[in-house]
């Protein structure tokens, strides 16, 4: 089993949409192994996307991010970091493959629902920012 971090972002919060993505997940055999549903505040979202530093998004990323509650969740799975990018589909909805949980319910490039990490090591590092061990 290996581990990775999801977030369900303010835009599916906001729409009632919690349950649909937790269910989508474990229908694809991920464990939720953590949750905690939090308001980050904007220093915690900068911190979150340091590795966007100075891209023309960052700002409105962090705006959108702080607007409403978010639910980080640590997911186990084998193969848990690509299997989760393949589940939740491309960053903008509009390129999404059909069937993932951007192309379902992201509505757009930005507001596209829910994060996933990228890699173990980043996994790593994102369950640390909001989990302790
Ligand atoms: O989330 P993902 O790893 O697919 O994409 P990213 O390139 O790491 O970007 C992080 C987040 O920034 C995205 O999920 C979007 O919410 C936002 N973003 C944006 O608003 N406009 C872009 N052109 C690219 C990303
Ligand atoms: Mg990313």
Redesign the pocket.
Known sequence: MSKTLLII?PDATERNLVGHVINRLERARFKIAEIRLVRLTEQQARQF?A??EG?P?LE??VA?MTSGPVIPMMLEKDNAVEDLRTLIG??DPAKAACGTIRYEVGRT????SV??S?SDENAAKEVAFFFDA
Not at 109 to 112: A, F, L, R, Y
């Open positions: 972002k996307y590795v966007h891209k998004f409105s990323l959108f491309a960053t490039i930005e507001k596209n994060h996933a990228d």
